[in-house]
């Protein structure tokens, strides 16, 4: 049955009835169509040690009723050595097509002791994708959560990682957007778990760049906060939390993973992710959570409580959690003159032109 609306924190389902698969994914539109693409966590299921079953892709006209394209990027379950093992924690693709090759290029990120990216190329959108460079490492880091942008007026690309669980660090990419070139920008530097930033997402409006991100602390949701740049070779400075009224203080229970725009219109929808709807966070819950963690780095300043350390422990992991219940979190972003805001909605349609 075709649906006409988007229904956040809800069961998304496929034009064939299965649930959705694309989760820490993005949305690329060419010729009309948009493609959702990101992490299989179908198995993922916290007792096996699958962490990505591939990436899959769904084609839409609507943003509403998604059809199953199959695997952007498929597992290597032969070579247990392989980046694109099922083991191994692929997270967060991302896919810009680079001018002067003409190729699609997507970088992934291994996640835990690799962190490190992956970067493969395709001479079309849905593959099939060949490797570029196994295990990538700016400037000798370690990666963490990323997006990428391409300037609209001068084709040049952009990666915004967090590197070593500190700074977030801006690099232009490589004129073939295989690699890095340079650092161009350093932000959020000098904090510690869990304020350091993750979950990254980049965009622009009306000329300045904006910058959304999560903190650190697993798939236990927290507070996202904007920063704005005027360029995307300076530094970002915050704007404080997007999102309004939010008594969870948990980013309506989810973690943004990007943000796009609406072909043809001035909306922007910022995509996320609700990993474990089984452990809902409330504003009791948000503070426990960053007061415990945040008491590992600060324990004179952070105080903790024996079962408020216990609880910390029985959450979800990052091992065991099962994310094959994830949902997914759309909403459109608002303006209030320069801050981009964050509203929750049950349902609503996206503006399409």
Known sequence: ???????????????????????????????????WYGENKEHTDGASDVWTWGIKVYSSRDLCNWQDEGYLVEPDVDDPASPLHPSKRVD??????????????????????????????????????????????????????????????????????????????????????????????????GLHSPFTREGIAV????????????????????????????SWEEPFVSLGNPHVNDDSRASFNSQISKVFRVEGTDQLIAMADRWVPDYPVDAHRADLFERAIAAHFEPEKYHVLPEEKRELMN????????????????????????????DWLDCWRPQLP
């Open 92 to 189: 967060r693709p991302h896919i810009l097509r680079c001018p002067q090759t003409g190729r699609y290029v997507l970088w992934l990120k291994l996640s835990g002791k690799d962190a490190c990216f992956v970067v493969l190329s395709s001479e079309r959108l849905l593959g099939p994708y060949q490797m570029e460079n196994p295990c990538l490492r700016p400037e000798g880091g370690e990666a963490g959560d990323f997006d990428m942008v391409q300037d609209s007026a001068s084709g040049k690309a952009y990666l915004y990682v967090s590197i070593n669980h500190s700074d977030v660090v801006g690099y232009a990419l490589t004129a073939d957007y295989l690699n890095v070139q340079e650092e161009v920008s350093r932000q959020y530097g």
């Open 315 to 342: 959450s979800p992991m990052l091992q065991s959690a099962n994310t094959s219940k994830a949902l997914y979190v759309w909403l459109p972003i608002r303006w209030e003159r320069d801050m981009p805001k964050i």
């Open 203 to 230: 965009f622009e409006h009306t000329g300045k760049m904006y910058m959304l991100t999560s903190g650190m602390s697993g798939y236990i949701p927290n507070r996202s906060d904007s920063a704005v740049s005027g």
């Open 1 to 35: 049955m075709r649906q006409e609306s988007i229904f956040p924190g809800q069961p998304w389902l496929d034009t064939s009835g299965n649930a959705i698969q694309a989760h820490g994914g993005a949305v690329y539109y060419e010729d009309g169509v948009y493609y």
